[in-house]
């Protein structure tokens, strides 16, 4: 199930959206979140989300609970393939929890907050940029 957490009209015209996809298992009062694409230009995310939200959907019987993957925090950036959101080059990871006044930026990251709330764990993948290598490390 995908489910839009923000809708914004931007002033191009067209709609800037964060969504999530919800992968319900058999009921427990577990949930998992999974986010990806703080930096657009960190792309493994989104391929590791692909990944195992087609691994869990093919052996659902085997899940307890809910894992809910939020693939694109930041939609622009990663259709730009740039670190922060373009036009303002903010970096959204400096900018949680957000504010619920704030600009589009912060208004954003609050309501991300939000949804996140109540999990019993969040898993924030990163990697470097489309231009270095490196080895996969967990911190």
């Known amino acids: 199930m995908i489910k839009t957490i923000v ?6 015209g067209e709609k800037f959206e964060i969504r999530k996809n919800i992968i319900k298992g058999k009921p427990l ?3 998992i979140c999974i986010v990806t694409g703080t930096h657009g230009d960190e792309l493994e995310g989104q391929y590791i989300c692909f990944e195992l939200a087609r691994q869990l959907n093919e052996n659902l019987e085997y899940l307890h609970g809910n894992v809910e993957i939020y693939p694109a925090l ?3 950036g990663v259709d730009s393939i740039t670190r922060g959101f373009p036009a303002f080059d903010l970096d959204m990871n400096r900018i949680f929890p957000g504010a619920i006044n704030g600009h589009l930026i ?10 996140l ?3 019993d764990m969040v ?3 990163h ?3 489309i231009y270095l290598r490196e080895v996969m490390q967990v911190r």
């Open 117 to 119: 709330k109540g999990a």
């Open 29 to 31: 009062d577990k949930r």
């Open 74 to 76: 930041n939609p622009l």
């Open 127 to 129: 990697s470097s940029n």
């Open 123 to 125: 898993l924030d993948i």
């Open 106 to 115: 912060e208004n954003t990251a609050y309501k991300i907050i939000q949804d």
């Open 7 to 12: 809708s914004e009209e931007l002033p191009v």
